[in-house]
T-cell receptor, first 114, second 115 residues
């Protein structure tokens, strides 16, 4: 039972364009959502997060949108840069649990071409 | 520098042997976690601890054991009962739930290969 799903295994984008990574969830108890960036053989690094009381959070080139009624969130990267090429994981934390008790999606491999 | 240290980065063991992975943090976080990543998959929770001397099973705890004798340390033992131990293991730490949302911090991982 996959509670957090990233249905696109990979995404290829031209440098300077927008990258949009999507994530769907099923558990209504999730109230905090995060995006992590990961390189092979390294630990994930935190990118951006959003609480369920918001529908948008922005940090520089990164914006996360949350649609609670659709149980969907997306990460927008504008403009995309070759250094953004990595695996991106969507993760969710349930109400009342510790912030690191996360349910992860399968990841999306983003490739940004120069 | 504050952070999470996992050691070793690469570990090779023979089938049937127990092996312990180290995780130390100096972020003064109450909670610590162990995740496992398999190729092409997301991270799955093995065990977590919200406070010293207490820990709970995650989604895939079978064949693993942990201890939390100190706030800074959360070692994971992969026992011979774990059927598919070869994987990338990640340790993380975070604050417990509070007034302000915050993220979990991850170590650099340990690649365990059982031959």
């Amino acid at each position: 039972d996959q509670q957090v799903k990233q249905n696109s295994p990979s995404l290829s984008v031209q440098e300077g364009r927008i990258s949009i990574l999507n994530c769907d969830y099923t558990n209504s108890m999730f109230d905090y959502f995060l995006w992590y960036k990961k390189y092979p053989a390294e630990g994930p690094t935190f990118l951006i997060s959003i609480s369920s009381i918001k529908d948008k959070n922005e940090d520089g080139r990164f914006t996360v949108f949350l649609n609670k009624s659709a149980k969907h969130l997306s990460l927008h990267i504008v403009p995309s840069q070759p250094g953004d090429s990595a695996v991106y994981f969507c993760a969710a934390s349930a109400r009342g649990t510790s912030y690191g008790k996360l349910t992860f999606g399968q990841g999306t491999i983003l490739t940004v071409h120069p | 520098d504050g952070g999470i240290t996992q050691s070793p980065k690469y570990l090779f063991r023979k089938e049937g042997q127990n092996v312990t992975l180290s995780c130390e943090q100096n972020l003064n976080h109450d909670a610590m976690y162990w995740y496992r990543q398999d190729p092409g998959q997301g991270l799955r929770l093995i065990y977590y601890s919200q406070i010293v001397n207490d820990f709970q099973k995650g989604d895939i705890a079978e064949g693993y054991s942990v201890s939390r004798e100190k706030k800074e340390s959360f070692p994971l033992t992969v026992t011979s009962a774990q059927k598919n131990p070869t994987a990338f293991y990640l340790c993380a730490s975070s604050q417990s739930r509070g007034l302000e949302n915050t993220e979990a911090f991850f170590g650099q991982g340990t690649r365990l290969t059982v031959v």
